[in-house]
Nanobody, 117 residues
Framework: QVQLVESGGGLVQAGGSLRLSCAAS????????MGWFRQAPGKEREFVAA????????HYGNSVKGRFTISRDNAKNTVYLQMNSLKPEDTAVYYC??????????WGQGTQVTVSP
């Protein structure tokens, strides 16, 4: 079992930056793969970024490549998503997820990111 709590969302103007955090408890995230997803109103959930337990493999969704950076601090049991050059189309609820037994079988409650034009 692992509990995930996202934070850092908010309202920002286009071109601005935000850093999301995903704090884990219940087990160390050093042994699990982590990912970020987002869902905008009326749209399907979209993959944003993923980082393997070792940190050696990182993957991004096409819509965020070059603008977002995923990282992890295993000592703090936290995963981050640095979001730069934000666009209105980045507006969504952002979720972090952990792969413990099956792919992304544990999810946080989400944090709202709103980017104004």
């Amino acid at each position: 079992q692992v509990q995930l709590v996202e934070s850092g969302g908010g309202l920002v103007q286009a071109g601005g930056s935000l850093r999301l955090s995903c704090a884990a408890s219940g087990r160390t995230i050093a042994s699990v793969d982590m990912g970020w997803f987002r869902q905008a109103p009326g749209k399907e959930r979209e993959f944003v970024a993923a980082i393997r337990r070792s940190g050696s493999y990182i993957h991004y969704g096409n819509s965020v490549k070059g603008r977002f950076t995923i990282s992890r601090d295993n000592a703090k049991n936290t995963v981050y998503l640095q979001m730069n050059s934000l666009k209105p189309e980045d507006t969504a609820v952002y979720y972090c997820a952990a792969t413990v037994v099956a792919a992304y079988d544990f999810w946080g409650q989400g944090t709202q990111v709103t980017v104004s034009p």
